[in-house]
């Protein structure tokens, strides 16, 4: 048997020996199968992520020698006309099969997202998750991007675990010895509303209900200090109870069943679990849309929704006008949308969907930080802008404030440093344009019919051709060639930009 380990030091060891797996770039050919979890990874990606830019000639056969090498580091006893049971060929690529419990990150994923027979059950198998965890996930390779994202998501996995083994143990009436581990998650994660409640309750069962306020109001302070935000329903109305010694809040006898309670909600949870708890509080759960090309970053935003209550995930897009349709058809209250997405960049996606009739809050999100992004996003009428690497407090802290009303920034500013870039405009434009002219001339000088602008943006035909007429005659153009110029003059689009 073959036990690969993700999290912390990535090595494989069989029957208690640790393999040798060649050299880093081998070594990251593995790595990024196992964070496939047995699909398949097409050769050519292999290729972009090890040689990013400017692979070398003679990349593919480099890649089957890795491949070569490694087959026989996890499987030294294959016969060599046998075909291979661990690293098999997968067209278009390579894919790792093995067990679920053969890999680390994969039982440690496999344990925090199932559901559990009752406290009990939980508490020992988040204990068996969090003894598989020996430091910062995939190690030595985090200056890939791929191994960042899944690396944000494996440690937004392990606060969750740890949020769900203290729950656990409080249901049983285990308190305790509890509070100096809880004391510290806090600390150290002082944006997790379910930290601080965790606390709270455990000092308050404790007999220690001073303390347990003292920690809410240290809770309100952070969530103020860093986002500009009061506590949410849950912590509000725990306070409330606190100080009305509320007797749901006593802990259970030491022989009786644990209490029921609504399951903080889990990753891949069955359609309708989410919105449970916050329908027994009498408020809506909030509905989230997600639009990113990239399915590592859409897998991560879609662990740290489900690890939030309140919070549902309707649906996912791939790119701009994905979108666009999801909008429509799944009536989210917030999106997150990435600015840099093929067909149609999130921009020009959040110009449509603000457009519409009683349309969503749009939260975009980018991984550079760069003037130019914040002011196209600003400009776009958004409610928020944020990072993609933003610790996953301040992504729900911005999902949040949309809702509210208000605006957020990464990391966290206020609604009149939106209010003072919105009426500026975007140098390189076309004076006396609106910005939906200025989407309609980056799609013409893309090559778009259209046909392929009305699909695109979801509008009738005729329409796009009234407006591409009306652009032309404004502009004191003669045809759509003089458009396409025009757009490469001002910069809208550059040699190079994706065509669809």
């Known amino acids: 048997?073959?036990?690969?380990?993700?999290?912390?030091?990535?090595?494989?060891?069989?029957?208690?020996?640790?393999?040798?797996?060649?050299?880093?770039?081998?070594?990251?050919?593995?790595?990024?199968?196992?964070v496939a979890g047995g699909r398949a990874v097409p050769v050519s990606a292999l290729i972009d992520e090890l040689w990013p830019g400017e692979p070398p000639a003679q990349a593919l056969s480099t890649i089957q020698g890795y491949?070569?090498?490694?087959?026989?580091?996890?499987?030294?006893?294959?016969?060599?006309?046998?075909?291979?049971g661990i690293l098999v060929s997968a067209p278009p690529g390579y894919a790792l099969r093995a067990g679920v419990e053969d890999v680390d990150s994969w039982h440690f994923e496999h344990l925090v997202k199932n559901e559990h027979d009752g406290p009990a059950v939980t508490l020992e198998r988040m204990e068996t998750a969090l003894g598989l965890w020996r430091g910062p996930a995939l190690a030595g390779f985090q200056e890939l991007m791929w191994a960042q994202a899944e690396a944000m998501r494996l440690d937004e996995l392990r606060l969750l675990a740890v949020e769900r083994r203290a729950d656990a143990a409080l249901r049983l009436g285990r308190t305790g010895a509890l509070i100096p581990d809880l004391e510290a998650h806090a600390s150290a994660h002082p944006l997790r509303e379910e930290a601080w409640r965790l606390l709270a309750l455990?000092?308050?069962?404790?007999?220690?209900?001073?303390?347990?306020?003292?920690?809410?109001?240290?809770?309100?302070?952070?969530?103020?200090?860093?986002?500009?935000?009061d506590l949410g329903p849950t912590l509000q109305r725990l306070e409330q109870d606190i100080l009305a010694q509320a007797g749901h809040l006593d802990a259970p006898d030491a022989g009786a069943p644990a209490p029921t309670r609504a399951a903080s909600p889990v990753p891949n949870a069955p359609d309708g679990s989410?919105?449970?708890?916050?329908?027994?509080?009498?408020?809506r759960a909030l509905r989230v849309l997600i639009a990113d090309d990239q399915a590592l970053v859409r897998t991560g935003l879609k662990v740290i929704l489900d690890s939030e209550p309140g919070l549902d995930l309707v649906g996912e897009a791939e790119n701009g006008e994905q979108a666009i349709a999801l909008?429509?058809?799944?009536?989210?209250?917030?999106?997150l949308m990435d600015i840099q997405m093929p067909r149609?960049?999130?921009?020009?996606?959040?110009?449509?969907?603000?457009?519409?009739?009683a349309p969503p809050k749009v939260i975009m999100m980018t991984t550079?930080?760069?003037?130019?992004?914040?002011?196209?996003?600003?400009?776009?009428?958004?409610?928020?802008f944020v990072l993609k690497t933003s610790a996953p407090e301040q992504l729900i802290a911005a999902v949040r404030a949309a809702v509210a009303g208000d605006a957020l920034l990464d990391p966290a500013v206020t609604t009149h440093l939106i209010s003072a870039f919105a009426g500026r405009r975007d140098p390189s434009a076309p004076e006396g344009l609106s910005d939906a002219d200025i989407d309609l001339i980056k799609l013409v000088a893309r090559g778009f019919t259209n046909r392929q602008i009305a699909m695109t943006l979801d509008v009738p035909e005729v329409e796009v051709a009234g407006d591409v007429t009306a652009l032309l005659r404004a502009l004191g153009l003669v045809d759509r060639a003089q458009l396409v110029v025009l757009a490469y003059e001002r910069g809208l689009v550059s040699p190079g930009s994706p065509r669809a």
């Open 1 to 34: 048997m073959v036990i690969f380990r993700a999290l912390g030091p990535f090595e494989a060891i069989s029957d208690g020996e640790t393999l040798d797996l060649g050299g880093q770039r081998q070594q990251a050919v593995l790595a990024r199968l196992l």
């Open 67 to 84: 491949v070569s090498r490694l087959r026989r580091a996890l499987e030294p006893g294959r016969a060599p006309r046998e075909e291979a």
């Open 202 to 229: 455990a000092l308050y069962r404790a007999g220690r209900q001073g303390d347990a306020l003292g920690a809410l109001r240290r809770a309100r302070e952070a969530l103020r200090d860093e986002l500009g935000l």
């Open 274 to 283: 989410r919105g449970t708890e916050s329908a027994r509080a009498g408020t």
């Open 327 to 335: 909008v429509r058809d799944a009536r989210p209250d917030v999106v």
């Open 344 to 357: 149609l960049d999130g921009l020009a996606a959040a110009r449509r969907i603000l457009a519409a009739e």
């Open 368 to 384: 550079f930080g760069t003037d130019e992004n914040l002011y196209a996003a600003l400009r776009a009428g958004v409610s928020g």
